[in-house]
């Protein structure tokens, strides 16, 4: 019911614009036509340019639950499935309330306060105290943790129902237990494991011209603003460095002048965005570019299930309050060899499969997992480790084991 509404009414989810086009197509947006200004033209094989939409950074809980929807373990006997998935659009049930001061706590809590007073009621729900339920917000995991009634977001994590219940999101708290982080959305959507394959034969073999790239843009009201630091030095890298100015709205959803910048370089900045993560890292990594990293927030702490177990083994990381002090990042990036930087890139472009949501219904195939494969096994892994742990005559022990 919740979900139905907020689709439908998709022109007043924004305060700015319309968010039909981003919900579109399953949650993938609209495709890239030739007659887009921000074409990907000669940046993407031919063959390969039905793979690539306008994908809103913050469309995942419509990618997930058009997904799961079909998913071949779907069951419609609540008593023989293993895990419990919570199809609410929390994501787009916020947003509108957002920006403006109109609107109240209330106003940004009424959709989860409706949920959770229905899901409470459910006998399953009962029986586990929502151990074995999921959900998946399209937004950052801060979204949904207001306090106060003044701050910001809405205060759905917080909510007595929702303390056991897991939540797959695209940036996680790295202390809560039960927030998981998954990939943002891209533009890229193979429908296939042979357009996954092209796609990275493709990412490998590119010549890159330029050893390092920044696609951002500085925060004009933030004191010392980082981002500001790393444009200096890239402009005083000359040709060495190459910048995407991100002002205004030039990036949103992704722009051939992104995908085509990180396509040429070696390495990639990845600062914090307005919060630790920013979809950037990922339009980075799936374009063959080795990312770098100033706050281990950023990735390391996040995406834990997707990306390798060695940080080292496929990115670079530089203490900001180094770069503050005055550490090149040219002269960091230059000291690796060639035969480093080709390995980086390889494994960058092996793990490109856990980092896309594939177009399909059956992911990328039966022997290649996709972002969402591996987001679901996961959990249904750890619901298996719930179940094995569970000592209902000491139920405060197995919480700390599970809390370890």
Known sequence: MFNRELSEKCDELNPWNSRCEAISNKGLGRKYTTNDGRIIGKVIPDKLKSSWYFTDQFASEIIYHNRILRHKCRTFD???ASAYYLPFYAGLAVGKYLWSDNY???HRDYHSV???RWVQKQVYFKRSKGWDHFIMLGR?????RRSKD???GSSFIYMPAMHNITRLLIERNPWDYFDIGVPYPTGFHPKNESELTQWQDFARTRVRKTLFSFAGATRGTIKNDFRGLLLDQCKDSGNRCKIVDCGGNRCVNGSSAILETFLESDFCLQPRGD???RRSIFDCMIAGSIPVFFW?????YQYEWFLPSEPESYSVYIDRRDVINGTSIRGVLEKFSKNEVRKMRDKVIEYVPKFVYADSRDGLGSSTQDAFDVAIDGVLKRFKAHRNMWDTKD????IRKLLK
């Open 114 to 116: 409706k949920l959770l």
């Open 78 to 80: 609540p008593t023989s």
């Open 140 to 144: 950052i995991s801060w979204d949904f």
């Open 104 to 106: 109240t706590s209330v």
């Open 150 to 152: 003044n701050d910001w």
């Open 275 to 277: 919060s630790f993560t």
């Open 395 to 398: 139920e405060n022990t197995t």
């Open 296 to 300: 281990h927030r950023s990735a390391y």
